[in-house]
């Protein structure tokens, strides 16, 4: 069950611009990644790259040993899911069906889903609290409904890698802790580990609830290791280009920007 990623020398650009060069690094079962950096950095094309939909400038993308470009998509879909930053709803569907389109890659024989699919379907729902929903118009939901909705839907795909660009947008404090708790928990699910790499703006609950990060500057330079070592003050000013400052209060601790005094 578990999924082994890994990029290789990995370089993406931009038209002229470098946002990663050359990075080579593992992404292990059992570690909860956030890819973090400025606006327009390179964090989404990273994760389309990851999840083999793009490819690379140059360098390689593995899962389990095999490029990603050469698997046969059901059998990839079966192994890492992707969640994109935004969805579209072209018609009114209710929250169980589109759900349930995540489960495409385990269908078999005529294509019906079995009971399996269905449990699969309501459990992510339930496990974010979206029981209530399943039957609602997905086109009555907000957008941190929504939000919510498309998070249950990967994680109802039962994949060993999940890919989430943003799963956090949209959604209050509350919501936005519940769904890292349901992440982390995903990771260390049952016997199996599985690998979680998410982008994220908040670097707080990325130092709080992420293993691991991946900090990119935009310019080409990429820090890996574990969470609070590369989202550290010194680095996230540098990648931001805007001064901060850990501050502590007993056993917390928080990245807070330097207040400027503007001059008169």
């Known amino acids: 069950m578990n999924a082994s990623l890994r990029v290789d020398r990995l370089s993406l650009r931009a038209a002229s611009r470098t946002l990663v060069a050359e990075l080579t690094q593992a992404f292990a079962p059992g570690e909860v990644w956030c890819i973090a950096g400025p606006n327009g950095a390179g964090k989404t094309t990273l994760l389309a790259a990851l999840a083999g939909l793009s490819k690379p400038a140059a360098g390689s993308v593995s899962l389990d040993g095999i490029d990603v470009g050469d698997w046969r998509a059901a059998d990839l879909a079966r192994r890492r899911a992707l969640m994109p930053q935004s969805t579209h709803d072209a018609f009114n569907a209710t929250v169980l069906d589109i759900v349930m389109l995540n489960r495409f890659p385990h269908l078999t024989g005529w294509g019906w889903e079995s009971d399996a699919d269905l449990h699969a379907a309501h459990a992510a729902l339930d496990v974010l609290g979206l029981a209530s929903f399943a039957m609602r118009g997905v086109l009555s939901l907000s957008g941190g409904e929504r939000q919510r909705v498309a998070l249950a839907a990967t994680l109802c795909q039962d994949a060993p890698l999940l890919l989430l660009d943003e799963p956090l947008s949209h959604l209050d404090l509350h919501h936005q802790i519940e769904c890292l708790d349901v992440l982390t928990a995903w990771a260390r699910y049952r016997s199996d580990s599985r690998t979680i790499i998410f982008s994220c703006h908040d670097l707080n609950l990325a130092r709080r609830y ?38 502590h209060q007993g056993d917390h601790e928080a990245l807070v920007p330097v207040m400027r005094v503007p001059e008169l």
């Open 210 to 247: 992420a293993t691991h990060a991946l900090l990119l500057d935009g310019a080409g330079h990429a820090h890996a290791g574990p969470a609070r070592d590369v989202l550290s003050a010194e680095r996230a000013s540098a990648a931001f280009g805007y001064p901060l400052i850990l501050i």
